[in-house]
């Protein structure tokens, strides 16, 4: 938001854009597809759960309302866990408890036991999965990163389509009990997800010449100075204006965002449509988010936009606020296919959005605990959206100002964060104008800045990044170098000694009468 961070990937290794990444792209595809629709698409047996233990529909509806509070609210302690033990073992874990829970749910003989079970279990599982497939998504690509973004954010609707018309093949053959036994043996194939993410390790070109290094300089394994632990969870990311001015817009944005894929569908029938008819607003909805996606992400990666990504997501959240406002007028069905339509478009590009500009905000270093982050502020607001919107419903009866307060929720988040940006931010790095990133290097009493600029070539910026890596490595050998090593290394690109001189040097002893045996004058 106001400066690109540059990302190389974990360990310092550089994002590859390509190669394995697609099979993680692949991963993150399915991860998000189950993350976002397994809520809605589990709605489906909610009237048989109503008949078996005669409670309410509002009751019900609580076992999507914690699936979502669980996948949102959990970002801390995914954060902790990712930074802790890395995101293949996390997600493995979560892939275990997503499928426990819904198979400990097709034994549930009350409303309480499918609360914890498909609720906060199987809700933690893919929490556990989500967060670190984003991580991963964001360390692999960097380049292509806005275009893996919208292609793993078209999951969700893809998902929704599939798992709604299944949920209801399992629930007419199978009954609910068997439909939760086989989804949860459908959520096992978040492991194999898992299993995709491979982490990234630095070339052995690097390892072998840092053993190199050490062997030259004959220092122990003991003596080399121990890389700082990192943090479990990275508070500092709150010092950033440009990380605060988003989590506050987004958290503005989940009051309403959510609200009318909700809602639309009683609109629907409110105006006098049948059930079949109206559940049709949603396929067209999601029919159209699947395409919108991946179409906003190849439109945000292009080197003109990509800058000034901040503002198309500020365009996608006025574009999606609008368009709430004036279906909010809608008096007809035809008025609400048009209504889904737009409403599709706008919210696939909020959802290919949303997290590439946070991986652009806060870099990779810091996106684990940046997500965790604004998750769990997003989770307090989704929870007040939704019910916030029903209870107005319940005391107006008239679904124009449900939509109409959402579109306003939406359109002031776009509000916030396009003019925070430009008054902060815009100002804050204008000096000097259009620079990304200064690198000072050192070299013993003389200080070097490079400054590279915004708008440099790949190949240009490459040769940068290889130049400050070779030069933090030269800093790194002057640190291992101790005192007594110091005063008798001598450099062998300035050493110009010829055979004659050394063996004068040999032979004659210093002043102190003993002979030279430095390793560099030894033959």
């Not at 105006?271 to 991946?294: H, Q, V």
């Not at 939704?386 to 107006?396: N, Q, R, S, V, Y």
Request: hydrophobic residues 45%.
């Amino acid at each position: 938001m106001g400066g690109v961070a540059l990302d190389v990937g974990a360990g310092g290794v550089k994002a590859p854009d390509g190669g394995w990444g697609w099979a993680v792209l692949a991963g993150c595809f399915v991860i998000t597809g189950f993350s976002y629709a397994f809520p809605k698409a589990i709605s489906v047996f909610f009237k048989e759960l109503i008949r078996e233990f005669g409670v309410g529909y509002s009751d019900t509806a609580w076992i999507s309302s914690i699936l979502l509070a669980m996948l949102y609210g959990t970002g801390p302690l995914c954060s902790v866990l990712v930074n802790r033990f890395g995101c293949r073992p996390v997600m493995m874990v979560g892939g275990l408890f997503a499928s426990l829970g819904m198979i400990l749910a097709s034994f549930s003989t009350s409303i309480i036991h499918i609360y914890l079970s498909a609720g906060v279990v199987t809700g933690l599982g893919l929490a556990l999965n989500f967060q670190p497939s984003l991580i991963m998504l964001n360390r692999y690509f960097s380049e292509k990163r806005p275009l893996a973004n919208g292609l793993s954010a078209a999951g969700s609707p893809v998902a929704l389509c599939c798992l709604s018309p299944l949920g209801q093949v399992l629930q007419y053959q199978y009954g609910w009990r068997g439909g939760f036994l086989i989804l949860g043996g459908i959520l096992l194939n978040c492991c194999v997800c898992a299993a995709l993410m491979k982490p990234l390790v630095a070339p052995k070109t690097h390892k072998a010449a840092d053993l190199e290094q050490d062997r030259e300089e004959g220092t122990d394994g003991a003596e080399t100075k121990k890389k700082p632990k990192a943090k479990l969870l990275d508070f500092s990311v709150f010092k950033d204006c440009g990380f605060l001015i988003y989590t506050v817009a987004a958290s503005i944005m989940v009051l309403g965002l959510f609200v009318p894929p909700v809602f639309v569908v009683s609109y629907a029938k409110e105006l006098g449509n049948e059930d079949t008819k109206s559940a049709l607003l949603l396929t067209i909805l999601g029919f159209i988010d699947i395409f919108a996606r991946p179409t906003c992400g190849l439109i945000a990666g292009l080197k003109w936009v990509r800058p000034r990504c901040v503002y198309l997501f500020s365009f996608a959240l006025l574009f999606n606020g609008t368009t709430d406002l004036i279906g909010s007028q809608a008096k007809d069905y035809a008025s609400l296919v048009v209504f889904c339509i737009f409403f599709g478009i706008s919210y696939g590009m909020v959802g290919a959005l949303q997290f590439e500009v946070l991986m652009t905000i806060v870099g990779t270093e810091k996106f684990s605990s940046a997500i965790g982050l604004v998750l769990l502020m997003e989770a307090i607001c989704v929870l007040v959206g939704p019910p916030g919107a029903g209870k107005l419903l319940d005391a107006t009866k008239n679904y124009m100002f449900v939509f109409l307060l959402a579109g306003s929720e939406v359109v002031l988040s776009a509000v916030v964060l396009a003019t925070c940006n430009f008054l902060f931010i815009r100002k804050k790095s204008s000096t000097p104008a259009d620079k990304l990133e200064n690198i000072t290097v050192t070299d013993e009493a003389k200080t070097d800045v490079v400054i590279k600029p915004a708008e440099a070539h790949d190949e240009e910026e490459k040769g940068a990044r290889e130049e400050q890596e070779k030069e933090v490595m030269e800093n790194l050998k002057e640190e291992r170098v101790t005192d007594k090593e110091k005063a008798e290394e001598v450099k062998l690109e300035s050493l110009t000694v010829d055979s004659q001189e050394v063996e004068r040097f040999l032979k004659e002893p210093q002043q102190n009468g003993a002979m030279a045996t430095s390793p560099e004058t030894c033959l």
